[in-house]
Nanobody, 125 residues
């Protein structure tokens, strides 16, 4: 069983925006460092963004810096990813997971992560 449920994906034109949401009922998200990851077609999963337990520090991959924003809503126990100025290369299945390393150039999932279905984001070229 996956720990998280991702939602909010869809098809948008280049330059458009989407807001993804990650939710879990197994624990409160302010007790974990959480990250968003994505798997483009035919490639390996890669880290996109991560946010610390307090929600005060966040890091992003170079490819999304300035366009994506990760945030926590403790009242709703969710972690969101606001995606702006979307590009065709952003097309991927997006997942959230507990993070073991959250640094500017290192966004690494906990090796115990149980990946769910994710949510599909499609930006046509």
């Amino acid at each position: 069983q996956s720990q998280f449920v991702e939602s909010g994906g869809g098809l948008v034109q280049p330059g458009g925006s989407l807001r993804l949401s990650c939710a879990t009922s197994k624990f409160t998200l302010d007790t974990r460092t959480i990250g968003w990851f994505r798997r483009p077609p035919g490639t390996e999963r890669e880290g996109v963004a991560c946010i610390t337990r307090s929600g005060t520090i966040a890091h992003y991959s170079d490819s999304v810096t300035g366009r994506f924003t990760i945030s926590k809503n403790n009242a709703e126990n969710t972690v969101s990813l606001q995606m702006n100025k979307l590009l065709p290369e952003d097309t991927a299945v997006y997942y959230c997971a507990v993070v073991s390393q959250c640094w500017e150039r290192t966004i690494q999932a906990d090796p115990r992560a149980n990946w769910g279905q994710g949510t599909q984001v499609t930006v046509p070229s």
